[in-house]
């Protein structure tokens, strides 16, 4: 079974400009998970999707969007980028928390570079 | 505010004997507990969980302790492995079945051939 898949690996934009990631999850789970890791801060949640809804939110300001489509596929955008956002951007599936199946297989991430 | 923390960024150990990690946490509303293992250029793994209804749990050479009223949590690894050199994050959620998790800021293990 293919496992969590995010695209691009790396990107390099300059501040103020908008980027958008992408994460297909592993075949059969309907819930995506986004999360930012920095140096010093470790992952900090960003938001989860489950079926095509947003289901919980961290605390990031209203730049940070995301979506989830039909066959689970998620995308993250990040609007008027500052050089804070600079970091790896790592996507996590689970199958259906509601089944017992809450482990989350995470992504290589997305590198984002923003100069 | 970092809610759950590793105080140790770093950690040596020789091959074969024990590696002890360590995790704090300062929200008592936290209820699931696990450690996540994560290699370079790889996204994090998933490798041991513990309910607050338990106080240890092993899964073969990996063992994690929870002591509730110290908010402490440890990653216990025997014996320490050359593979096991990696980045260890541990991370807490409000209940079972919430993908919401809070991570720590990560203890980067070396073992030492």
């Known amino acids: 079974k293919a496992g969590v898949t995010q695209t691009p690996r790396y990107l390099i934009k300059t501040r103020g400009q908008q980027v958008t990631l992408s994460c297909s999850p592993i075949s059969g789970h309907r819930s995506v998970s986004w999360y930012q890791q920095t140096p010093g801060q470790g992952l900090q949640f960003l938001f989860e999707?489950?079926?095509?809804?947003?289901?919980n939110k961290g605390n990031f300001p209203g730049r940070f969007s995301g979506r989830q489509f039909s066959n689970s596929r998620s995308e993250m955008n990040v609007s008027t980028l500052e050089l804070g956002d600079s970091a790896l951007y790592l996507c996590?599936?689970?199958?259906?928390?509601?089944?017992?199946?809450?482990?989350?297989?995470f992504g290589p991430g997305t590198r984002l570079t923003v100069l | 505010d970092q809610q759950v923390k590793q105080n140790s960024p770093s950690l040596s150990v020789q091959e074969g004997r024990i590696s002890i990690l360590n995790c704090d946490y300062t929200n008592s509303m936290f209820d699931y507990f696990l450690w996540y293992k994560k290699y370079p250029a790889e996204g994090p793994t998933f490798l041991i969980s513990?309910?607050?209804?338990?106080d240890k749990n092993e899964d073969g050479r990996f063992t994690v302790f929870l002591n509730k009223s110290a908010k402490h949590l440890s990653l216990h690894i025997v014996p320490s492995q050359p593979g096991d050199s990696a980045v260890y994050f541990c991370a807490a959620s409000k209940y079972f079945g919430n993908e919401k998790l809070t991570f720590g800021t990560g203890t980067r293990l070396t073992i030492i051939p």
């Open positions: 996590a599936s689970s199958l259906d928390s509601n089944r017992g199946g809450y482990e989350q297989f």
């Open positions: 513990i309910s607050s209804i338990k």
């Open positions: 999707y489950f079926s095509e809804t947003q289901r």
